[in-house]
């Protein structure tokens, strides 16, 4: 077994317990069409384009399409990707299963300690070449604290109302 598979049978186990894992191992991602989550500003980070984390503020999203969770966080970030555009931030996602050649070149790089990647969705906030802060599971209120701590402290976002806070007002029951 491959590292990044055991990293992901523990992402796995941690998020949604043994189901979680039995799912992962027991289904065929060509066969499983989950909805894919629009990201149109958000970078799809690859081996060609992961140079960027050297040279700009991102914020990086490991996320795995299979698993709801990572679907609905991806959607936030997502919204959060248009709502601090033009703010010196880039936003960028790797699909767990399809970006593990990406995902060890961030760990050989130094930007990620994959014993450190036990849920997903996973998150990581580099700034000056340095991975500052990571975050487990798509808390979406430590996501827009930690853009405005990390990134914004000099440069407050326009945007008073933020996607979290609207996103919240969806997710209450029933819907009121």
């Not at 060509?30 to 980070?45: E, G």
Request: charged fraction near 25%.
């Amino acid at each position: 077994m491959e590292t990044l598979d055991k990293i992901v049978l523990a992402a796995a186990i941690g998020t949604a317990g043994i189901v979680g894992a039995a799912f992962y191992f027991g289904h065929n991602k060509n066969q499983y069409n989950a909805p894919q989550v629009q990201t149109t500003n958000v970078l799809d980070l690859t081996t060609k384009n992961s140079a960027v984390v050297y040279h700009e503020n991102v914020i990086v999203n490991i996320h795995a399409p299979w698993f709801g969770m990572s679907n609905t966080y991806t959607k936030t970030f997502s919204e959060f990707a248009e709502q601090y555009k033009g703010k010196g931030i880039i936003f960028a996602n790797i699909n767990f299963d399809d970006g593990k050649d990406v995902l060890r070149n961030l760990q050989e790089l130094g930007f990620l300690k994959t014993e450190d990647l036990t849920e997903l969705p996973y998150t990581l906030f580099i700034k000056g070449g340095k991975t500052l802060y990571t975050s487990k599971g798509g808390d979406v209120m430590e996501l827009e604290r930690k853009i405005k701590e990390i990134y914004l402290k000099d440069n407050p976002p326009d945007n008073e109302k933020a996607p979290v806070e609207l996103w919240m007002k969806e997710a209450t029951i029933g819907g009121k």
